[in-house]
Nanobody, 126 residues
Framework: QVQLVESGGGSAQAGGSLRLSCAVFGVDYRWFCMGWFRQAPGKEREWVAGISGGSSTYYADFLKGRFTVSQDNAKNTLYLQMNSLKPEDTAMYYC????????????????????WGQGTQVTVSS
C-alpha cells in the first residue's frame, strides 16, 4: 500500500525558511514523478515543484528560485526547502506521486497523480 506522509509545516516570518518532508511508504519513489502542490484558502490547488528519477527537478515559474526539492534515498523521503518565504506562500502543502514521465510533460496536471499525502500547513506572517 502506497502512503505519503508530509511533515515539517508550521509558522514562519516573512523572509524565513521552512523545510517540508514527504516520507514515502510502500514504493520506491524514484519510479514516480513526485510533485509538491499547495492550496491556499479560497484558491485552487497549484503545482509547486517536482522530482523524477530521484534527481531531475522541476519548478513552477513563480517560485523564482526560492524553493528547492531534494531527496534522501536511504530514507525514501523527499524534501521541499522553502527560503525567502512570503505571506502569499501560506497554504496547505501536499506531496503526490504519479507516473514517472509526468514530471517532464504535464507535472501540474493533478488528475494524473495516483497518490496524495494528507498535507501539512504552512503559515507565513509579515
Amino acid at each position: 500500500q502506497v502512503q505519503l506522509v508530509e511533515s515539517g509545516g508550521g509558522s514562519a516570518q516573512a523572509g524565513g525558511s521552512l523545510r517540508l518532508s514527504c516520507a514515502v511508504f510502500g514504493v520506491d519513489y524514484r519510479w514516480f514523478c513526485m510533485g509538491w502542490f499547495r492550496q491556499a484558502p479560497g484558491k485552487e490547488r497549484e503545482w509547486v515543484a517536482g522530482i523524477s528519477g530521484g534527481s531531475s527537478t522541476y519548478y513552477a515559474d513563480f517560485l523564482k528560485g526560492r524553493f528547492t526539492v531534494s531527496q534522501d534515498n536511504a530514507k525514501n523521503t523527499l524534501y521541499l526547502q522553502m527560503n525567502s518565504l512570503k505571506p502569499e506562500d501560506t497554504a496547505m502543502y501536499y506531496c503526490a506521486a504519479g507516473p514517472g514521465a509526468l514530471c517532464s510533460s504535464t507535472p501540474a496536471d493533478m488528475r494524473k497523480y495516483n497518490y496524495w499525502g494528507q498535507g501539512t500547513q504552512v503559515t507565513v506572517s509579515s
